[in-house]
């Protein structure tokens, strides 16, 4: 499942950069389209500031709430999978498939 996500968001990236290539013909556009990407930038470097900023139990608590809402109740915890436990992962017959347990 996850090599046919990650071949469709190529593909998705690659005609993206297309769309946006055939749209932005005029310098209007371009200065248009440079100040979205910096705007947009300057926004997630605002998040992670505040994430790093704010205690690290509401960043986890913020987190899996946005996991929670993302993948619609699916186990997806922040807080429970890579904050607070340690995994110990070894290769397992198939190299494409992680054999994880937790370490206590």
């Not at 900023?53 to 807080?79: K, M, N, Q």
């Not at 070894?90 to 498939?97: K, Q």
């Amino acid at each position: 499942m996850t090599t046919i996500r990650n071949v469709a968001e190529l593909t998705l990236a690659v005609l993206f950069f297309f769309v946006v290539l055939s749209w932005a013909r005029d310098e209007p556009d371009l200065y248009f389209l440079a100040r979205a990407i910096m705007v947009m930038g300057a926004a997630t470097a605002a998040i992670a500031v505040l994430f790093y900023i704010i205690p690290e139990a509401w960043t986890v608590r913020i987190l899996d709430a946005l996991a929670d809402s993302i993948t619609r109740g699916a186990p997806a915890r922040c807080g429970t999978s890579r904050m607070t436990q340690r995994t110990q992962c070894v290769p397992s017959a198939r190299w494409w498939i992680p054999t994880c347990w937790v370490v206590s």
